[in-house]
């Protein structure tokens, strides 16, 4: 064979490998493409991606929250050279060139006082010209700020891109008012539950320790100990969340002031068990059960008569109950109260139900099993694991005295 002809033939086998080559890496290339979605899909994704991205630097206000953070996802999502975020009182963030500040904050405060959307062409800034469109955030029906975006020409894709992400950007401010105002809601109802402690208990628990100083003054001074103990817990400035430990500390204090009053007449048994002692819960969410059972079931009741607390490790939740054997309540009456139509009675009980619902979800609210003369059960179920919620502890979580060392209590106290 000719010198030429093996040449060749070489060459083509070269090419042929080649072509065979990048046939497969071509196909590798699409298998990838295709594993990865399709463009619209991609799109999908990061649009969604970097509107999450945002989202959790805007819950507090354009003015409170990361701006910086935002606008630059804001920018990433429009497509535009230069993103400005200006609040209410014009306070303008700028994610890229800084000259245009000034224009920014021009454009907003006319879109905010419009209410419609303002485009600038050819605006000279950073030695070139650019376009501007300016939409504004009406959280609320009211003005919130602008979001002006700036690019070297404005289309209208990008004017009704900039409408809708002023849109969206109002959406979430109006969240996170909507999170504080629920913030200041859950305040107001445990300020409600403290006022409702103050008057009653405070004047009957002053009133018990003054007739122990002449006749017991050992008695008088544990009773201004616990007195101490029960108020600081009750009137204390931090933390929405404490755990069963501390209420039962609460609780314990609570019952050995009203055992001033009642003496033998009040009967407490306690059935505790030692795994739900470090479950988070609602501050101030036990003890009022408990007050309810002693004012509404047993202060009227001739003899007095006995509480039932009890916390009982249920799985993946705690179950705690209060029950008294007093003089019970009409259903059509708790039902009212409960609903926030009766506003005078039961407070207490209405403020738990309302927080726990809040809260847990409304399949997490009071229980309530009563009917005249028959007593009451008020029983609560929490989740023991309850993510990023943190106890603003008084102190080391431990159990009240009379319930250290059990391992299933079941005990008898005078208070």
């Not at 800084?98 to 907003?108: H, I, N, S, T, Y």
Request: glycine share 10%.
């Amino acid at each position: 064979m000719p010198e030429s002809m093996m040449l060749a033939a070489a060459g083509g086998v070269v090419a042929g490998a080649l072509a065979v080559g990048i046939v497969l890496l071509l196909r590798r290339v699409v298998l990838a493409s295709k594993d990865l979605g399709t463009d619209v899909e991609q799109a999908t994704y990061q649009t969604l991606h970097l509107a999450s991205r945002a989202a959790k630097h805007l819950r507090g206000g354009i003015a409170q929250g990361d701006a910086t953070r935002a606008g630059r996802h804001l920018r990433s999502l429009l497509g535009c050279e230069t993103l400005a975020l200006v609040d209410a009182g014009g306070q303008v963030t700028i994610d890229g060139d800084d000259p245009v500040r000034e224009v920014a904050g021009r454009l907003a405060a006319e879109a905010s006082q419009s209410g419609r959307p303002q485009l600038q062409r050819r605006i000279r800034a950073a030695e070139r010209e650019m376009d501007a469109v300016a939409s504004p955030i009406l959280a609320g029906g009211a003005p919130a700020g602008a979001i002006v975006a700036f690019a070297p020409r404005v289309r209208a894709g990008l004017v009704r891109a900039t409408g809708e992400v002023a849109d969206w950007v109002a959406a979430q401010v109006e969240l996170g008012e909507l999170d504080a105002s629920r913030a200041a809601l859950a305040e107001a109802e445990v300020r409600a539950l403290r006022a409702q402690i103050s008057p009653h208990f405070i004047y009957n628990s002053l009133n018990a320790i003054a007739s122990f100083i002449n006749t017991d003054p050992a008695k008088a001074r544990e009773l201004v100990l616990e007195f101490a103990d029960f108020t600081r817990y009750s009137f204390r400035r931090h933390g929405e969340f404490t755990t069963v430990a501390e209420e039962l500390r609460s609780i314990d204090s609570y019952l050995q002031l009203e055992r001033a009053r009642f003496g033998d007449r009040l009967r407490v048994t306690l059935q505790i068990a030692p795994e739900v002692l470090s479950t988070v819960v609602p501050f101030l969410s036990i003890q009022p059960l408990v007050e309810n059972a002693v004012r509404h079931g047993l202060e009227s009741k001739e003899g007095g008569g006995r509480i039932v607390i009890e916390a009982s490790d249920q799985g993946a939740f705690a179950e705690i109950s209060v029950e008294d054997d007093g003089v019970g309540m009409d259903p059509a009456v708790l039902e009212r109260a409960l609903a926030g139509a009766a506003p005078g009675e039961h407070v207490g009980l209405r403020n738990v139900d309302a927080r726990l619902r809040q809260v847990y979800g409304d399949e997490h609210g009071l229980v309530v099993e009563t009917n005249v003369g028959a007593g009451t059960l008020v029983r609560m179920r929490v989740p023991k694991s309850q993510p990023g919620r943190v106890a603003a502890s008084t102190g080391s979580v431990r159990v009240p005295s009379r319930v250290e060392g059990a391992t299933q209590l079941e005990r008898e106290v005078n208070a």
